[in-house]
């Protein structure tokens, strides 16, 4: 059974920076057919794309975020990590970790989201 | 970056009557268009890959079609179920240009 699950702060401050941690299990980090990405939703917004690490550890970036941006996968614990430096009261969304599939070249597997809301 | 706009915004149709979304690129991205629906307090679900394909499980009332630039999902006979926010998502150029996805249509019990 594929599951992901985000974790982290629910709170985080104005420049402080977000890690959040996503822990997958029913599929290894290392199959080339995966790949993890993060995903955001700001409340009552869209989906926004934000990161995306494949099994090669090579990693894409959404070009807005991309210099306050770092995906990063450790496999032995099943984790795939995004730091996001200089939080702002806009960066607050719900927050998920989704897996690529090779095919259906599509997120079949979703985590539940973790709303991370930015205030002093 | 590639834009993908969904319309209509909204939709609001009666169960048993036919749902046509659209969504329209900013620039081609071949069939590289998947389609997802959204329920309040839910993760995204995936229904349609590559434009035309249904995911595992999903109802075959569900049903993409288009390519290039220019989109559809079709719902047949609309479920109470089916009332939900519907994205659109393009992997064209992927991995170099990223993803995007569009801002949604929101199909609402008439």
């Known amino acids: 059974q594929v599951t992901l699950k985000e974790s982290g702060p629910v709170l985080v401050k104005p420049t402080e920076t977000l890690t959040l941690t996503c822990t997958v299990s029913g599929f290894s980090l290392s199959n080339a057919r995966m790949g993890v990405s993060w995903i955001r939703q700001p409340p009552g917004k869209a989906l926004e794309w934000l990161a995306h690490i494949f099994s090669n550890d090579e990693k894409s970036y959404s070009t807005s975020l991309k210099s306050r941006l770092t995906i990063s996968k450790d496999t032995s614990k099943s984790q795939v990590v995004l730091t996001m430096t200089n939080m702002d009261p806009v960066d607050t969304a719900t927050y998920y970790c989704?897996?690529?599939?090779?095919?259906?070249?599509?997120?079949?597997?979703w985590g539940q989201g973790t709303l991370v809301t930015v205030s002093s | 970056e590639i834009v993908l706009t969904q319309s209509p915004a909204t939709l609001s149709l009666s169960p048993g009557e036919r749902a046509t979304l659209s969504c329209r690129a900013s620039?081609?991205?071949?069939?590289?268009l998947a389609w997802y629906q959204q329920k309040p307090g839910q993760a995204p679900r995936l229904l349609i890959y590559?434009?035309?394909n249904r995911a595992t499980g999903i109802p075959a009332r569900f049903s993409g079609s288009g390519s290039g630039t220019d989109f559809t999902l079709t719902i047949s006979s609309l479920e109470p179920e089916d009332f939900a926010v519907y994205y659109c998502q393009q992997r064209s150029n992927w991995p170099r240009d990223g993803i995007t996805f569009g801002q949604g249509t929101r199909l609402e019990i008439k």
């Open positions: 989704a897996r690529f599939r090779n095919p259906p070249f599509s997120y079949d597997y």
């Open positions: 590559d434009a035309s």
């Open positions: 620039q081609s991205v071949s069939s590289y």
